[in-house]
Each structure stands twice: as C-alpha cells, then as structure tokens.
T-cell receptor, first 112, second 114 residues
Framework: AQKVTQAQTEISVVEKEDVTLDCVYE???????LFWYKQPPSGELVFLIR??????QNEISGRYSWNFQKSTSSFNFTITASQVVDSAVYFC?????????FGKGTTLSVSS | DGGITQSPKYLFRKEGQNVTLSCEQN?????MYWYRQDPGQGLRLIYY???????QKGDIAEGYSVSREKKESFPLTVTSAQKNPTAFYLC?????????????FGPGTRLLVL
C-alpha cells in the first residue's frame, strides 16, 4: 500500500538555525512523484516542489533544499537559516494514480 | 489573477442539515479534488473529477456528494449521513488528471457542527 510517514510531529528552532524535515514513503510503483507543501496558519496549502522517481538530483531553491534518496525511500527537506516566516505545517505527499497521499505533517515553529 | 476560490470560509451545520461548499477555479484546469483535513492529520481524498460530468469516489466518500457540471466548478455537499463532518475542507485542481500533475489548493472552508 502507498504510505507516507513524517515521523517528526513538531520541531522548534531558533531563527537562523538549519532544520531538516524527514519524509519516508512506501510504494510499489516504479514511476511516482513526490511533493512538499507548506500550510501556513491561514490554512491554504502552498506547493513547494515536485520530484519524479527518475530524478535523484538534489534541488536547491534559495534557503530550501531537498534530498531524494531512492535507496532509503526518503525525500527530506532542509531549510537553511530558518526565519519566523517559515513557521508552518509542512506536508510530504506521494502520487497515487489519481490523487495524492499525504503524510500527517510536521509543525515547524521558528522563534526569534 | 488565476486561482482557486472556496466559500464560505466558515460554515455552520445543524444536525440533520445538508450543506454545500463551493469551489471555483479560473486556471482552466481539467481535474478537481476535494480533501478533508482533521487536526493533526494529513489530507484525505473525498472525491475527484478529471473531466466535466464525471467524478470518482476517494477514500472517504461516504456522507458526501459532488457534481461537476462546469469545468470551473466542483461543489461538495456534506449530507446528514456524514456523522462527523467537523473538519477543514480543501479543494484543489490540476491541469490534467494523473499522478504526474501538481495540485494547487484553495484557501479552505472550515465546517463546524452546531
């Protein structure tokens, strides 16, 4: 069965610390897609990144970076030099045939 | 600006009442989705539609109904058969259906039972 596990329920850091959010997935598909979304207190999910299973290159976008390792079925997300505005719930998701399977999310709190 | 709108932001339901949540998109997307989010939980799929006049049940469709008469609209009705409707409801759309598509989300509707 398809499954996404985000073992970290809550993480608290102080501004400028680096933080890594873990995501482990299970799938029997050979072709699949992984996503990260950010949910700020307003509630709307904001798309951050999509990665397909054939592309294992790490990606960096500003202070955000993603590490995809097929061998360990992980797709971890690192925020460098965290800021208060990064405080949100972050979801990792795996593509199913028609929709997305979400992890339970990690709540990140960044204090000043 | 293109995007997805959901209304109302908050909705109150009385026992035995049906209520309808609105979702509209002007992104010209073919596929639309409804998810339910409970506190401390991830999102779970209620219904999805890949084209007009066609929709499919998701994992938790019982107690819900939808229609897709127009490409831009995908309303969700929470019926009296849904015994625990209190949740945050999110609508999403994607250019086409299929696992490779990125889904974009609306601002959500919070449903509370009186």
């Amino acid at each position: 069965a398809q499954k996404v596990t985000q073992a970290q329920t809550e993480i608290s850091v102080v501004e400028k610390e680096d933080v890594t959010l873990d995501c482990v997935y299970e799938t029997r598909d050979t072709t699949y897609y992984l996503f990260w979304y950010k949910q700020p207190p307003s509630g709307e999910l904001v798309f951050l990144i999509r990665r397909n299973s054939f592309d294992e290159q790490n990606e960096i976008s500003g202070r955000y970076s993603w590490n995809f390792q097929k061998s360990t079925s992980s797709f971890n997300f690192t925020i460098t030099a965290s800021q208060v505005v990064d405080s949100a719930v972050y979801f990792c998701a795996l593509s199913d045939y028609t929709a997305l399977i979400f992890g339970k999310g990690t709540t990140l709190s960044v204090s000043s | 600006d293109g995007g997805i709108t959901q209304s109302p932001k908050y909705l109150f339901r009385k026992e035995g009442q049906n209520v309808t949540l609105s979702c509209e998109q002007n992104l010209n997307h073919d596929a639309m989705y409804w998810y339910r989010q409970d506190p401390g939980q991830g999102l779970r799929l209620i219904y999805y539609s890949q084209i007009v006049n066609d929709f499919q049940k998701g994992d938790i469709a019982e107690g819900y109904s939808v229609s897709r008469e127009k490409k831009e609209s995908f309303p969700l009705t929470v019926t009296s058969a849904q015994k625990n409707p209190t949740a945050f409801y999110l609508c999403a759309s994607s250019p086409r259906g299929g696992s490779q598509e990125t889904q974009y989300f609306g601002p959500g509707t919070r449903l509370l039972v009186l």
